[in-house]
Nanobody
Framework: QVQVVESGGGLVQPGGSLRLSCAAS????????MSWYRQAPGKEREWVAL????????TYADSVKGRFTVSRDNAKNTVYLHMNSLKPEDTAVYYC?????????WGQGTQVTVSS
């Protein structure tokens, strides 16, 4: 059974940092790209970042480029999202995603709130 479980969210002040984690199971983690998405209140879910299976290539949404870094540890079946210089507009539920042969799998999400 494919599972992805996010953790690490919380309340942080503007300019602060957080690291999100996504633990994966039920599939061969090391051969699939992984993505992070987020959904703010009243808005559609948006793509944030992607990392290739080996971790050698990453891409980011323009809104987070230069502030967020995605990484992975294939030995631990875990992908991370390092978030720096957080802004109030980064407030959202953050989701981990894997697409396996055309099927999307999502976790339950982790809430990130950026507020003073």
């Amino acid at each position: 059974q494919v599972q992805v479980v996010e953790s690490g969210g919380g309340l942080v002040q503007p300019g602060g940092s957080l690291r999100l984690s996504c633990a994966a199971s039920g599939f061969i983690f090391s051969i699939y790209a992984m993505s992070w998405y987020r959904q703010a209140p009243g808005k559609e879910r948006e793509w944030v970042a992607l990392i290739t299976s080996t971790g050698t290539s990453t891409t980011y949404a323009d809104s987070v480029k230069g502030r967020f870094t995605v990484s992975r540890d294939n030995a631990k079946n875990t992908v991370y999202l390092h978030m720096n210089s957080l802004k109030p507009e980064d407030t959202a539920v953050y989701y981990c995603n894997v697409n396996l042969m055309g099927n999307d799998y999502w976790g339950q999400g982790t809430q990130v709130t950026v507020s003073s």
